[in-house]
């Protein structure tokens, strides 16, 4: 693959915009589009609520698979291949998932696009990382905000395209996949544009000593508490809403405002992760996303239901860029990508555990705000984590220069 590195400022955006189809690909289509989903397929294959999810289950699986796979693939086989074999598997995963109605394939098919979605968004965080290695901590923060915003972009275009051609045929949930699959096939031709005009994130020399996982443990344990709280406001807001009420316009409203929010997300937050050292950006990102989270349980007002989701929406991506950041201060750089994909098994457990909990929490308490509280309250404690990440004198990224 041609390698051309651009380090003037314009170049290094489009690079970032290029790149988020990863992302684009690897959650707003691959995860958060079975939500939408997920009704028909459950009314027509005959699923219980526990099927369905142990679907989503074996999806974490998979993502944890991919994650701690990532720096070991990338080492072997060069991380911007990867990275493009995550997203065109992906790709081919979400078609696959039209191709069949057997609970056991979709196991398998559910797994793998866990598994190859995990690949792409992490080692296309590594590449992006490595793109603004020369740029000041502004700007980088800003392209990782770009890059990781390419997700609310796939929520965005899920939300136009799914509940449209369920309205088709009876048969519509398998269009929807057949049409997802092409969103990500075309982002992927995108992905491969941007990745022409980057290079591969240094590898760790022969030689190097080995990175020590309590350097950034803080702020790991942080975006375990936020997998946990995160995923559990997405898993189980969309029921509430319905329980109170909610129209299907209103739902899909709402649903627009998350994804909308979150393509804005890394515009808004890029200059200030920039300007704050540690852990400090990704605690205060996730108190706004604690704030969003408890919204819904002080009121059944529509529009207080709408700014919750404009606050989840606005923040949920933004932690992962905050994050990013940290890592990128606390490590070397031949170390960014497995410092990543150390924090993102962290990240793939939490949201293993977040909907269990939450379920578990609003089945004995027989209420869904009393669910989405706890939640909220995992991600305070995140916060008071994050807090605890030493803030570096000096190191990669540490320039304070702003865009």
Same mark, same amino acid.
């Given at each position: 693959?041609?390698?051309?590195?651009?380090?003037?400022?314009?170049?290094?955006?489009?690079?970032?915009?290029?790149?988020?189809? #990863? =992302?684009?690909?690897?959650?707003?289509?691959?995860?958060?589009?079975?939500?939408?989903?997920?009704?028909?397929?459950?009314?027509?294959?005959?699923?219980?609520?526990?099927?369905?999810?142990?679907?989503?289950?074996?999806?974490?699986?998979?993502?944890?698979?991919?994650?701690?796979?990532?720096?070991?693939?990338?080492?072997?086989?060069?991380?911007?291949?990867?990275?493009?074999?995550?997203?065109?598997?992906?790709?081919?995963?979400?078609?696959?998932? *039209?191709?069949?109605?057997?609970?056991?394939?979709?196991? !398998?098919?559910?797994?793998?696009?866990?598994?190859?979605? *995990?690949?792409?968004?992490?080692?296309?965080?590594?590449?992006?990382?490595?793109?603004?290695?020369?740029?000041?901590?502004?700007?980088?923060?800003?392209?990782?905000?770009?890059?990781?915003?390419?997700?609310?972009?796939?929520?965005?275009?899920?939300?136009?395209?799914?509940?449209?051609?369920?309205?088709?045929?009876?048969?519509?949930? +398998?269009?929807?996949?057949?049409?997802?699959?092409?969103?990500?096939?075309?982002?992927?031709?995108? *992905?491969?544009?941007?990745?022409?005009? &980057?290079?591969?994130?240094?590898?760790?020399?022969?030689?190097?000593?080995?990175?020590?996982?309590?350097?950034?443990? =803080?702020?790991?344990?942080?975006?375990?508490?936020?997998?946990?709280?995160?995923?559990?406001?997405?898993?189980?807001?969309?029921?509430?809403?319905?329980?109170?009420?909610?129209?299907?316009?209103?739902?899909?409203?709402?649903?627009?405002?998350?994804?909308?929010?979150?393509?804005?997300? /890394?515009?808004?937050? /890029? +200059?200030?992760?920039?300007?704050?050292?540690?852990?400090?950006?990704?605690?205060?990102?996730?108190?706004?996303?604690?704030?969003?989270?408890?919204?819904?349980?002080?009121?059944?007002?529509?529009?207080?239901?709408?700014?919750?989701?404009?606050?989840?929406?606005?923040?949920?991506? &933004?932690?992962?860029?905050?994050?990013?950041?940290?890592?990128?201060?606390?490590?070397?750089?031949?170390?960014?990508?497995?410092?990543?994909?150390? *924090?993102?098994?962290?990240?793939?457990?939490?949201?293993?555990?977040?909907?269990?909990?939450?379920?578990? !929490?609003?089945?004995?308490?027989?209420?869904? &705000?009393?669910?989405?509280?706890?939640?909220?309250?995992?991600?305070?404690? #995140?916060?008071?984590?994050?807090?605890?990440? =030493?803030?570096?004198?000096?190191?990669?990224?540490?320039?304070?220069?702003?865009?």
């Amino acid at each position: 693959m041609t390698t051309t590195r651009r380090d003037d400022g314009n170049g290094s955006i489009a690079v970032a915009v290029g790149m988020s189809a #990863g =992302p684009l690909i690897a959650l707003g289509l691959a995860r958060f589009a079975y939500a939408l989903l997920l009704p028909p397929m459950r009314d027509q294959l005959a699923w219980s609520y526990s099927a369905a999810g142990t679907l989503n289950t074996t999806n974490a699986a998979g993502y944890l698979i991919g994650a701690l796979a990532a720096p070991t693939l990338a080492t072997r086989l060069g991380a911007r291949r990867c990275f493009l074999l995550g997203c065109a598997a992906t790709a081919l995963m979400l078609l696959a998932t *039209a191709s069949t109605s057997s609970f056991a394939l979709l196991l !398998v098919i559910r797994l793998l696009a866990g598994l190859f979605g *995990a690949l792409s968004f992490v080692l296309g965080a590594g590449i992006v990382a490595e793109a603004s290695h020369r740029a000041s901590k502004g700007r980088a923060a800003l392209m990782l905000g770009i890059y990781f915003g390419g997700a609310g972009l796939g929520i965005v275009l899920a939300g136009l395209l799914v509940p449209a051609i369920l309205a088709v045929t009876d048969d519509s949930w +398998r269009l929807g996949w057949v049409a997802l699959a092409a969103v990500a096939a075309a982002a992927t031709v995108v *992905a491969a544009w941007a990745c022409r005009r &980057t290079s591969d994130p240094a590898p760790p020399a022969a030689d190097a000593e080995r990175w020590d996982r309590r350097s950034i443990a =803080p702020v790991v344990a942080g975006y375990t508490c936020f997998g946990i709280g995160y995923i559990a406001y997405l898993t189980f807001v969309i029921a509430l809403l319905t329980e109170r009420g909610f129209s299907t316009p209103q739902v899909a409203t709402f649903w627009a405002v998350v994804g909308v929010a979150a393509a804005a997300s /890394g515009l808004v937050w /890029g +200059r200030v992760l920039g300007r704050l050292p540690g852990g400090r950006g990704m605690a205060l990102v996730m108190g706004v996303l604690a704030l969003g989270t408890a919204m819904p349980a002080w009121s059944t007002e529509p529009a207080l239901a709408y700014v919750s989701g404009a606050l989840v929406g606005g923040t949920f991506l &933004t932690v992962v860029t905050a994050m990013t950041v940290a890592v990128r201060e606390a490590l070397p750089q031949p170390h960014w990508t497995a410092g990543m994909a150390f *924090a993102t098994v962290g990240f793939g457990l939490g949201q293993t555990v977040g909907p269990v909990l939450t379920g578990w !929490v609003s089945d004995r308490l027989d209420s869904l &705000t009393s669910g989405l509280l706890v939640s909220a309250a995992v991600l305070v404690l #995140g916060i008071v984590l994050a807090l605890a990440q =030493p803030r570096p004198a000096t190191g990669p990224g540490a320039e304070r220069s702003t865009l």
